[in-house]
């Protein structure tokens, strides 16, 4: 492991005890089940419902969202690759995974990055999506640094690569 990333592991590793130490179990399954419908169950029956209920507006945003979605995916995956930044849980014995990852790196957030990308082309064609989607992809983006699965610094480059995605893609379409 590079020396740099080694010291940012450590530094980050403080953060993640501090937020995944939490004894009450309610907390800890209530992060599980929203990690749980950022995996894409809540996206994928959002882009549904939308097309269906929405007329062609709808149909256009969920074509748009599942379009960012699978570029965010190619993204997101050729990056951890590269990086093969170790999970907190994996780097430190004393952070539990409260969840299986899914995949072994940690960088960038995989589902921090979708949900960013999904909530800003959402609320693009539906505003007032926002009230809702906005708080979720807060709660999937600090859900993971609480199950232990990411550092923050994963969690904000994915919020940042998740903004510019959706930013660009929306950018074509006007």
Same mark, same amino acid.
């Given at each position: 492991m590079q020396v740099w990333l080694q010291h940012l592991n450590e530094l980050e590793s403080t953060v993640c005890r501090t937020f995944s130490v939490s004894r009450r179990q309610w907390i800890r399954h209530f992060f599980a089940l929203v990690s749980r419908l950022g995996d894409g169950v809540f996206w994928y029956s959002l882009m549904a419902i939308l097309a269906l209920t929405q007329g062609l507006h709808g149909f256009q945003a969920a074509l748009h969202m599942l379009i960012t979605g699978a570029v965010a995916l190619a993204l997101y995956k050729s990056l951890k690759g590269v990086t093969r930044r170790e999970r907190p849980c994996t780097f430190a014995n004393d952070i539990v995974a409260l969840v299986p990852p899914l995949d072994?790196? %940690?960088?960038?957030?995989?589902?921090? +990055? =979708?949900?960013?990308?999904?909530?800003? $082309? /959402?609320?693009?064609?539906?505003?007032? !999506?926002?009230?809702?989607?906005?708080?979720?992809?807060?709660?999937?983006? %600090?859900?993971?640094?609480?199950?232990? +699965? =990411?550092?923050?610094?994963?969690?904000? $480059? /994915?919020?940042?690569?998740?903004?510019? !995605?959706?930013?660009?893609?929306l950018s074509l379409i006007l």
């Open positions: 072994r790196y %940690s960088f960038p957030s995989g589902h921090t +990055l =979708h949900a960013v990308a999904f909530t800003t $082309v /959402a609320i693009h064609y539906f505003p007032p !999506l926002a009230w809702v989607l906005v708080p979720f992809t807060l709660l999937v983006a %600090s859900s993971r640094v609480v199950l232990g +699965l =990411h550092y923050p610094s994963d969690v904000l $480059v /994915a919020t940042a690569i998740g903004l510019a !995605l959706a930013n660009a893609s």
